[in-house]
């Protein structure tokens, strides 16, 4: 089991940043998918970005128009979400989750998650 641990969430305007970090217990390599998951209530999950460095994938749903990029941080047990463009619609509990590959880009098939980091846009 991965041990996945989020930070960096926060309040900010419509238009800002903000960047998100998911430390986890191992090296977040070829041997781990890992992916970014919105909550929000009354709303099913959303998968926003997943990826596997070592292979170079990537995913990012369509909705997102560019505006988030998933990579790998300084550490290499660490994946970061840098967020731009933020909307209102934004707002909601992010989750770094992490599966065994093969990697794809449904929220549901992740089998490790994080506590989670409550972001908020205000309009």
């Known amino acids: 089991q991965v041990h996945l641990v989020e930070s960096g969430g926060g309040s900010v305007q419509t238009g800002g940043s903000l960047t998100l970090s998911c430390a986890a217990s191992e090296y977040t390599g070829s041997s781990l998918c890992m992916g970014w998951v919105l909550q929000t209530p009354g709303k099913e999950r959303l998968g926003l970005a997943a990826g596997n460095g070592e292979i170079g994938w990537t995913y990012y749903v369509d909705s997102l128009a560019g505006r988030f990029t998933i990579s790998q941080g300084d550490a290499e047990t660490t994946v970061v979400l840098q967020m731009g463009r933020l909307k209102p619609e934004d707002t909601g509990m992010y989750f770094c989750?992490?599966?065994?590959?093969?990697?794809?880009?449904?929220?549901?098939?992740?089998?490790?998650w994080g506590q989670g980091t409550q972001v908020t846009v205000s309009s």
């Open positions: 989750a992490a599966r065994r590959p093969p990697c794809g880009d449904s929220p549901d098939r992740y089998t490790d």
